[in-house]
Nanobody
């Protein structure tokens, strides 16, 4: 059984940083982070391949965020810097099926989702 548990959200001032973490159980997967703000659709933030060698980022966070993983601990982190009020959202980690080693920016490619962690950036 696959379980994903996010942590690390909170309230931060604009320009600050947060580090989100996702603990996975039930296997090692290609992982992604997505976010959803109130009244908006869920959007891709970052993704990392199962081996950790390939990452991708949404243009909105590129240069300000870094995704990494520790397969020994089965965790995937999202470091976010220079945060902006428009980064405020619920952030979700997601896992692809274990048959895929590649990352994806398409939410439909992720069958497993965490419960989300809230990030609020004040101006």
């Amino acid at each position: 059984q696959v379980q994903l548990v996010e942590s690390g959200g909170g309230l931060v001032q604009a320009g600050g940083s947060l580090r989100l973490s996702c603990a996975a159980s039930g296997g090692t997967f290609s992982m992604g982070w997505f976010r959803q703000a109130p009244g908006k659709e869920r959007e891709f933030v970052a993704a990392i391949s199962r081996g950790g060698s390939v990452m991708s980022y949404a243009d909105s966070v590129k240069g300000r965020s870094s995704i990494s993983r520790d397969n020994g601990k089965n965790t995937v982190d999202l470091q976010m810097n220079s945060l902006k009020p428009e980064d405020s959202a619920d952030y979700y980690c997601a896992a692809r099926s274990s048959i895929y080693s590649t990352r994806s920016s398409n939410a439909d490619d992720y069958p497993y989702w965490g419960q989300g962690t809230q990030v609020t950036v004040s101006s």
